[in-house]
């Protein structure tokens, strides 16, 4: 099974999967003032071609905003074939049902590029961080 950690971007509109051992990724400001921040997670050897991946977007659960809840999430995104989401789940938690409810949905709609190849069942670890300013 491949695994990539998938880091969010602000600078262009798709992002490379990668594959690096311990990797970090760059903070990402989400729509409404979140921000995503790459988590470190060990991962198989990289795959010949690496898969472009949209970066997620969100809302800030406003709930969330207004009882203050912060946390990191890592969600594992199963991709098929033609780059779309097959299945998503809960890596590991923030720490609260409605941050991690909205890591999930987006994480399902991001979608990725690459040969159809190396996309069938690739695993990609999306890390999510929620942080109030």
């Given at each position: 099974m491949q695994r990539h950690v998938l880091p969010p971007s602000v600078r262009s509109s798709a992002v490379?999967?990668?594959?690096?051992?311990?990797?970090?990724?760059?903070?990402?400001?989400?729509?409404?003032?979140?921000?995503?921040?790459?988590?470190?997670?060990?991962?198989?050897?990289?795959?010949?071609?690496?898969?472009?991946?949209?970066?997620?977007?969100?809302?800030?659960?406003?709930?969330?905003r207004h009882l203050h809840e912060e946390g990191s999430a890592l969600v594992d995104v199963t991709l098929g074939a033609q780059g779309q989401v097959r299945q998503a789940s809960l890596h590991s938690s923030t720490g609260y049902d409605d941050l991690d409810s909205t890591a999930l949905a987006a994480a399902r709609n991001i979608s990725c590029t690459g040969s159809a190849s190396t996309l069938a069942g690739i695993h990609v670890l999306l890390p999510v961080t929620f942080h109030l300013h």
């Open positions: 490379a999967a990668q594959a690096v051992p311990g990797a970090g990724a760059p903070a990402v400001a989400g729509p409404s003032g979140a921000v995503a921040q790459g988590a470190s997670a060990a991962v198989a050897p990289a795959a010949p071609s690496k898969p472009r991946c949209t970066p997620p977007a969100w809302r800030y659960p406003a709930m969330a």
